[in-house]
């Protein structure tokens, strides 16, 4: 079974021909994936989720599955932009076990040695630039998924396959 790191990697996988389902699918497999049944942060259950950004995205953390977990709605508004572990640590719904099932997530879907020298540093409260730009190479979506409908497409403009890439 195919582990997307993005919704491209099922695109180019031809898991899902839509980017649209794609996005559908990658979103479920992360929800479903995460260890246990409730918030990550709070450790309350939801009746919908969200998925937020574990470093986050204003300073550069991408939307690979390694750097998105399933959250409330309240926590993924409360933490906002704000860095992981100043942000969780003071909250009273904290936890150690949540807090390493976190870094747990992260190195069991980007296990390589960039991945270890990240979360060392979030650990020393700094965002290791390098290892970050490391990881996110590492994890970068095939692009060949959208170079193959775009040839398709200008191969064949008035084709009706065209219409499943939206363009
Ligand atoms: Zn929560």
């Known amino acids: 079974m195919l582990v997307a790191q993005s919704s491209e990697d099922l695109l180019y996988n031809l898991h899902e021909i839509r980017p649209k389902d794609a996005v559908r699918s990658f979103r ?3 929800i479903h994936d995460y260890p246990g049944k409730r918030c990550a942060y709070c450790g309350m259950p939801a009746h ?23 959250c409330c709605a309240r ?22 076990d949540r807090e390493n099932t976190v870094f747990t997530w992260m190195r069991d879907n980007a296990s390589m040695d960039a991945m270890l020298v ?33 040839g398709y497409c200008s191969l064949n403009p008035s084709s009706p396959e065209c219409l499943i890439y939206d363009c």
């Open 118 to 150: 990240l979360q060392e540093a979030i650990l020393d409260g700094v965002l290791d630039q390098d290892a970050l730009s490391d990881v996110v190479a590492a994890t970068a979506p095939d692009h060949k998924a959208d170079l193959y409908w775009e």
């Open 28 to 30: 479920k497999s992360i």
């Open 48 to 70: 919908s989720w969200t998925l937020d950004h574990i470093i986050p995205k204003s300073k550069g953390g991408p939307t690979r599955r390694w750097n998105l977990l399933r």
């Open 75 to 96: 926590c993924n508004g409360n933490k906002s932009n704000t860095d992981l572990l100043p942000w969780y640590r003071p909250q009273m719904f904290w936890t150690e």
